[in-house]
């Protein structure tokens, strides 16, 4: 069965700074992968897919993912953060349906 | 299009009372999902629909927990009866899914669960 894993419960990151949230996944075939982002009290917005093709992708919000498959990771980057992006973030892999990671929540401070 | 419709947003509700989530997906879409979401768990699938049959049913928690799709517009979740450890964010989301094309899914604003 599909699973991801998201090593990182929480991060903090200054503003400005960068950030790289991980993903690690677990499939037989060639994955569909997807970031998506929860802020506090909403659903879920997607940030950017993986299908095929070229490795790195990239999303809104100034946020991009790089698939490497020989490291069966799909870990996600913004350059520069803002205090906006303090959120809850998921990575899911899917296969008919989304199985997501435990999510990865992101503070940002001053 | 207003993207997935969820009612209510918020729902408390008496241990033993019957509690019915509903869901609007986006028109044109052939498969919908409903989500739960809690601290211990992190987001589970309950069911999968498509074309509005149930294909995947395999997360729902016990037999007090019912969902139906009568048409490709409408669901609902059905709690009966409602116990406090069915407290959660439940979701709904929809996708429009087709063969070999990943498929992206669309969620509503969810709806929050309190049995007391």
């Known amino acids: 069965a599909q699973s991801v894993t998201q090593p990182d419960i929480h991060i903090t990151v200054s503003e400005g700074a960068s950030l790289e949230l991980r993903c690690n996944y677990s499939?037989?075939?060639?994955?569909?992968l997807f970031w998506y982002v929860q802020s506090p009290g909403q659903g879920l917005q997607l940030l950017l897919k993986y299908f095929s093709g070229d490795t790195l992708v990239q999303g809104i919000k100034g946020f991009e993912a790089e698939f490497k498959r020989s490291q069966s990771s799909f870990n996600l980057r913004k350059p520069s953060v803002h205090w906006s992006d303090a959120a809850e973030y998921f990575c899911?892999?899917?296969?008919?349906?989304?199985?997501f990671g435990a999510g990865t929540t992101v503070t940002v401070r001053a | 299009d207003a993207g997935v419709i969820q009612s209510p947003r918020h729902e408390v509700t008496e241990m033993g009372q019957e509690v019915t989530l509903r869901c609007k997906p986006i028109?044109?879409?052939?498969?919908l999902f409903w989500y739960r979401q809690t601290m211990m768990r992190g987001l589970e699938l309950l069911i999968y629909f498509n074309n509005n049959v149930p294909i995947d049913d395999s997360g729902m928690p016990e037999d007090r927990f019912s969902a139906k799709m009568p048409n490709a517009s409408f669901s609902t979740l059905k709690i009966q009866p409602s116990e406090p450890r069915d407290s959660a964010v439940y979701f709904c989301?929809?996708?429009?899914?087709?063969?070999?094309?990943?498929?992206?899914?669309?969620f509503g604003q969810g709806t929050r669960l309190t049995v007391v």
């Open positions: 989301a929809s996708s429009l899914a087709r063969q070999g094309a990943s498929t992206e899914a669309f």
């Open positions: 899911a892999v899917e296969d008919y349906k989304l199985s």
């Open positions: 499939y037989g075939a060639t994955p569909y």
């Open positions: 028109s044109g879409h052939n498969s």
